[in-house]
């Protein structure tokens, strides 16, 4: 589990997202209904095999290590290493010019069995034994919402190497099985959503293109009563205007009354 966690990072290319192991592929706030973009597409397999991008990044290429350039060479190399031991690194496609941030697990214990001392067939994702002078990293992620894979090889003193990325079929098959979820709870939603509508016909939508509110026709608001303002630091109820009695000190409540009378009776008489 710690090898999932560790990659739920950042990462430096657009469209490129690390595997969550959580599922969180919509966001459904309560009693809202927005859809949100999920993780992956349909059919991740078909766009990595027809997408020319894929199709470049699927062979293997030159890659190269990007995270410190203007360091001294001497310096690049152990910031190199140290990076790897803790768990990422940074590296260029050379033909493509594609930079990606490489997330896994640099602890090959985690893959120890409970209560044994062998290794579970398992291949890890950072090696410095397998070849002498090399690293092999595998790393696992969501790029333009298809799950993939890198897998390749870096050189400790010049910093580069060859890698590839991979169709991730078992992390594919998980996500598909999210999304499918997650779309069936929310086409029920929104089935909900549509009956609750019909059922009462006095809603009125409200909203955005992106986002979409309904409300009730008829709102109710909150009583506000008026005031009349005394010019004494005083403040009188409107009903108290004109009632033939002076409730302001100076009596500025009743001053305009016959005006106020006379202006309401031509009003009465245009009726």
Not at 22 to 30: A, D, F, H, N, T
Not at 212 to 241: A, G, R
């Amino acid at each position: 589990m710690m090898n999932m966690n560790m990659i739920n990072e950042a990462v430096s290319f657009p469209g490129m997202l690390p595997f969550d192991t959580m599922g969180m592929g919509l966001y459904e706030p309560p009693k809202r209904y927005i859809f949100k973009m999920p993780r992956v597409i349909p059919e991740q397999k078909e766009k990595f095999e027809i997408d020319d991008l894929f199709k470049k990044l699927s062979r293997d290429s030159e890659i190269r290590y990007t995270g410190f350039r203007d360091r001294p060479q001497e310096e690049r190399k152990i910031r190199f290493q140290n990076g790897c031991r803790e768990g990422h690194t940074e590296i260029s496609f050379f033909a493509t010019g594609i930079n990606i941030q490489l997330m896994f697990n640099p602890n090959p214990m985690m893959y120890h069995h409970h209560h044994h001392h062998h290794l579970m067939n398992f291949e890890r994702e950072l090696d410095f034994d397998k070849e002498h002078g090399k690293v092999h990293i595998k790393s696992h992620f969501i790029m333009n919402g298809v799950c993939v894979q890198f897998r390749g090889w870096l050189d400790l003193e010049r910093l580069d190497g060859i890698g590839r990325l991979e169709y991730d079929e078992r992390r594919g098959a998980h996500e598909d099985a999210i999304l499918k979820e997650q779309l069936e709870r929310y086409s029920q939603r929104l089935k909900d959503f549509e009956d609750t509508k019909q059922r009462n016909p006095n809603w009125k939508h409200l909203g955005t293109s992106n986002e979409s509110v309904f409300l009730p026709l008829t709102l109710e608001f909150p009583q506000i009563e008026i005031f009349f303002d005394c010019n004494d630091n005083k403040y009188i109820s409107k009903d108290l205007i004109c009632d033939g009695h002076e409730d302001c000190k100076n009596g500025v409540d009743e001053e305009s009354c016959e005006k106020m009378e006379i202006t309401a009776a031509i009003e009465e008489f245009d009726k």
